[in-house]
């Protein structure tokens, strides 16, 4: 996806106050076509405001909002070339799945046959062509996703906003469902912008995030940017887990940072591309899965330090354990257990040594 | 736990069914009484069912309170399913608080203060603007005033548990507001809309306190006919028509019982 593309949809400067309290911020975005966006963070942070807001159901207290060039702030949510997957599913109890999908297709007043036909087409892309004369209250969970999914595509949307589309199905159906909302994105194209509290869902799904946080964007980037460079440490915290460091720089030598901590006396190094200035207080990062356990030589090097393994969680894949170092600080850091049984497996009160490279942590200013 | 019934409890449960319905039983049995004294029974009979029929006083009488309970019914649905949108989907405007509680305000006010204030208010209309003139029109008014009330907390309590996001899902794919309203919204409330409108109606065809307040000549419903012929003594017509009400308000109440049952399922079908 290039960056020349012109923006389907373009949210200016746009804030959303309930009372004194602002549920949107300030927040402007540019989302092209085809992407897979997703709002992401916890709960309060107003990715759902902001979601209805594109929908219509709210309009901004400031700010525009633009699809295709075309200012849609004030169009009511029936004019706009938008459809949205309700979190609840929102499926119509008295009309049957079939007629719940051609629910938009009849408020065009597209003629009969084509309706019909576009309804079948629909109902053989979520695969629920038996279910056509069921009611809403005779399907399962996952399929009156598929039939809200299917009456939210009917009419071609520009756009398809889908609020916490998979938070109702129990975790296995989720992960399949997952696939098969990205291979249904990319076979029709259609611009879809989801919002999520579950940060592996975003992941899997998405070609960019933006990560909100009381109503402001705090990073927007594709998930791997997101994961290997975040940009402060709420965007670390928030994707997967981390250890966080707090550290002071003592020099910097082109790219490359010198730090001391107080969670260890070796000195710490990183890749840093902006200029720092000496004795600066910062975060270094450190991914859980970048650590690895050395032989215990040399443990005045940058970025190798000893400790004590205290707590062992065994997930199957990995296991995560959490050393403790001589100054009471705790890191974690995980193994994958390639061996069924391993020779000599690290154990409670084993005293390891751990190691990682400078260009595998970062150095975050917030 | 045992589920047989003590006897003890058995003779409570007939004592308690006897106080509530017996006498309207032998209310109903003398309806089918051959003699024309109501305490001393004379044998089977239909005869006053007959009777009735060619009362013309009655007959009159009956027509017209079903004229007034339906029209009023009607009005009362309209404006308590307005009343009852208002209250539910406007969680803060200017007036929300006194709306509510005037709104409720009939269900506890005594029917005699009630009819009275009635009176006065269409007393005073009429000589200021010579409307309405006392009869079928200003029991209609009356019969709605306490009606709304009752309907709009039949309504009110249906909607607190409407799904509203389905009416954003009907706009969201192209329909207008007011065809959301009548496609989505109308057929989902629809069996508390008939609830309301049949205990509407039946409170309309029962009254009799209100009525004669703002009643005027002329304009003389069922009940008021019942009252003042048994002031003159209980003749076994009047058992008769009696019968008939009971009668005609039990299936009501039936029927509401079910349309509500139902709707309470369709409830719980939503739910899961």
Known sequence: ?366 | MNKRLSLPLITLLVFGYAFLYGPIASLIIYSFNESKLVTVWGGWSTKWYGALLENQQILDAAWLSIKIATVSATFAVIIGTLAALALVKFKRFRGRGSLSLMLAAPLVMPEVILGLSLLLLFVSMEELLGWPARGQTTIILAHMTFAIAYVTVVIRSRLAHFDFSLEEAAMDLGAHPVKTFFWITLPLIAPALVAGWLLAFTLSLDDLVVASFVSGPGATTLPMVVYSSVRLGVSPEINALATIIVGLVSLAVLIAGLVMYRQEKQRLREMN
């Not at chain 1, 923006?7 to 200016?12: G, L, M, R």
């Not at chain 1, 297709?105 to 036909?117: F, V, Y």
């Not at chain 1, 199905?169 to 194209?189: A, H, P, S, Y």
């Not at chain 1, 032989?295 to 090097?301: A, E, P, Y």
């Open chain 1, 1 to 366: 996806m290039s960056l020349e593309q012109t923006p389907i949809v373009e949210i200016q400067n746009v804030s959303k106050q309930f009372g004194s309290l602002y549920a949107v911020d300030d927040i402007s975005l540019s989302i092209y076509p085809g992407e897979f966006f997703s709002l992401l963070g916890a709960s309060g942070c107003g990715k759902t405001t902001l979601l209805r807001m594109l929908a219509g159901f709210e309009t901004p207290t400031t700010g525009r909002i633009f699809i295709d060039g075309q200012d849609i702030t004030d169009l009511p949510p029936y004019k706009r070339p938008i459809n949205m997957m309700f979190q609840s599913y929102a499926l119509f109890p008295h009309m049957s799945v079939a007629d719940n999908i051609a629910f938009g297709l009849r408020q065009e007043k597209m003629p009969k046959a084509e309706r019909d036909q576009r309804v079948e087409e629909m109902m053989q892309l979520v695969q629920i062509s038996k279910l056509a004369k069921r009611k809403p209250h005779q399907l399962s969970g996952g399929q009156r996703q598929r039939v809200a999914l299917a009456r939210a595509l009917a009419k071609h949307p520009k756009i398809l906003l889908l609020d916490e589309p998979l938070g109702a199905l129990d975790k296995k159906l989720r992960e399949q469902t997952q696939f098969e909302l990205v291979n249904l994105q990319e076979r029709l194209g259609i611009t879809f912008i989801v919002v999520t509290h579950d940060q592996e869902e975003a992941m899997t799904m998405s070609s960019r995030i933006a990560l909100l946080r009381e109503g402001r964007i705090v990073q927007v980037d594709a998930p791997r940017r997101l994961y290997e460079y975040p940009n402060c440490r709420y965007s670390a915290d928030f994707i997967g887990s981390i250890n966080l460091l707090d550290a002071e720089v003592i020099s910097q030598d082109e790219d490359l940072v010198t730090l001391k901590t107080d969670a260890f006396e070796q000195p710490l190094q990183v890749y840093h591309g902006q200029p720092l200035i000496a004795e600066m207080d910062v975060t270094v990062a450190i991914r859980p899965e970048k650590i690895r356990v050395v032989n215990s030589s040399g443990t005045h090097n940058a970025n190798t330090i000893e400790g004590v393994i205290k707590e062992i969680a065994y997930l199957g894949d990995v296991s995560i354990y959490h050393v403790e170092l001589p100054s009471g600080k705790r890191i974690q850091f995980t193994q994958s257990n390639i061996q069924a049984l391993a020779e000599q497996p690290l154990t409670w009160e084993d005293k390891v040594c751990l190691s990682w490279q400078a260009d595998s942590c970062n150095l975050l200013l917030e």
